[in-house]
């Protein structure tokens, strides 16, 4: 039995032998809880449940119930009975990451598709590991290449900067999260897809990075039919390689879908373990688990590298005030809002310019681009504020010289916001003014 247990438990830390075993008492749902464990189990860590004519079920000690451990499993706890043994499996919360896992698609528990487990490194990394000490980190970096100009000019993204990419179904974020992978300037490329389609995950990695995009990519997928503890953990082992790499030198790009997945994980299992729900049902500890899970990315300390991230945040409605995107709003370095009228009427990326920030300006411009960003923006702010009468054929041209200017210019700031093409921001600027004066 320990055997197997090591082996299953590939590329986390080998467990130690189980020396101690407890026995269920109660299972349901994902849930499970065990008799005879108090006073050596602890939050966190790990149980294997043995069960007859099927693997071991993995499940993590989530809560107590007076002398039983509550634990959530990550896998369907059919073929549980009462009275199974349950192996306390001490040490499972680490992983030793290596370069072998670059050009892989792993699970949560670091296995690759087809079974195999990559090899390990020499080093071991803390799962749960606490942010880098704050006054010790760098700065953000210099300003960096996406290939998009709404980015490159309006919405800079520095090198260990946190950005959120806010949008509804079927706006165009997935297209846009795989050609920031592909464009952005990185060492590394980590990318954690929790709680999509298994259709979704087949098509990332083949159609949207392909070969080239792999080969110094690692994929973290956990689909949408997985239990919770299953997503949670899979968010964790990808914000941990990408530590990995970060504490080698490298900079690492980030792309994370989606922080509202991880949440609801996180709710499910909190809720589970007898937190009391409150707005939206997520219960207090959502945002401190947001938080601290967010503030692992960013520049690292002196003579490491940095991870730049994007995560992406799902609002239902385009509701922007929902609780998971207020409190991602409030913790990230910048927001993209993408707009389903802009979507529907054909511009892609459909960034909202109006509704998005990066808080990397004014800082990463000069003098001179930012003034050229605040002339636009009032120029965009007065089409958009003017678009209803405009279209309805109310608005009598010299009635305001700046909406008609806007008019004028609106259809080249549009075209500007939708280009793609390895062009960098020095580039972008230039464009920027010459639209702005040739038509201005």
């Known amino acids: 039995m320990a055997r197997s247990l090591c082996s299953l438990l590939e590329p986390l830390e080998p467990a130690l032998q189980p020396k101690w075993h407890g026995r269920i008492c109660k299972a349901g749902g994902h849930q499970i809880t065990i008799s005879g464990l108090a006073g050596l189990a602890r939050l966190g860590d790990r149980v294997s449940v043995a069960r007859l004519d099927a693997e071991p079920l993995f499940a993590e000690v989530t809560g107590f119930d007076g002398p039983s451990l509550v634990a959530h499993s990550f896998g369907p706890t059919i073929g549980v009975s009462a009275g199974d043994k349950a192996f306390l499996l001490p040490g499972s919360s680490t992983v030793r990451p290596s370069e072998d896992w670059l050009g892989a698609v792993l699970d949560w528990r670091g296995w690759r598709i087809d079974g195999a487990a990559p090899s390990r490194g020499s080093r071991s990394f803390d799962l749960h590991a606490p942010p880098p000490l704050a006054a010790l980190r760098k700065p953000l970096g210099a300003r960096m290449t996406t290939g998009h100009a709404v980015f490159d000019a309006f919405l800079p993204l520095c090198r260990g900067q946190r950005i959120g990419l806010f949008a509804g179904s079927g706006v165009g974020k997935s297209m846009l999260l795989a050609s920031l992978a592909r464009r952005v300037e990185a060492d590394v490329c980590v990318i954690a897809l929790v709680g999509e389609r298994g259709r979704e995950v087949c098509a990332f ?107 992406s ?128």
């Open 205 to 311: 990695v083949e159609n949207a990075l392909g070969e080239q995009g792999m080969a110094r990519t690692v994929v973290i997928a956990t689909t949408s039919d997985q239990p919770a503890l299953a997503k949670r953990q899979g968010a964790r082992l990808a914000m941990t390689v990408a530590e990995y790499f970060r504490a080698n030198g490298r900079h690492v790009l980030l792309i994370f879908d989606s922080l509202t997945r991880f949440a609801e994980a996180h709710r499910e299992i909190a809720l589970a373990g007898g937190e009391p729900p409150s707005l939206h049902a997520y219960p207090p500890s959502t945002f401190q688990a947001i938080a601290s899970f967010v503030e692992r990315a960013g520049p690292g300390v002196e003579g490491e590298g940095d991870i730049t991230a994007i995560f």
């Open 313 to 440: 945040v799902l609002v239902a409605g385009s509701d922007m005030d929902e609780p998971v995107a207020d409190m991602a709003r409030g913790i990230l370095d910048g927001h993209v809002v993408l707009d389903r009228a802009i979507a529907e009427r054909g511009r892609f990326p459909a960034v909202n310019v109006r509704r998005s920030v990066s808080r990397s300006l004014p800082q990463a411009a000069s003098d001179d681009q930012n003034a050229l960003l605040r002339e636009a923006r009032a120029l965009i702010a007065a089409y958009e504020e003017s678009a209803l009468i405009i279209q309805a054929g109310l608005y009598s041209p010299g009635a305001d010289a700046q909406v008609d200017r806007a008019v004028r210019i609106w259809p080249a700031l549009d075209a500007f916001c939708a280009e793609v093409g390895d062009v960098g921001p020095d580039a972008r600027f230039q464009k920027l003014e010459a639209i702005l004066a040739e038509l201005g």
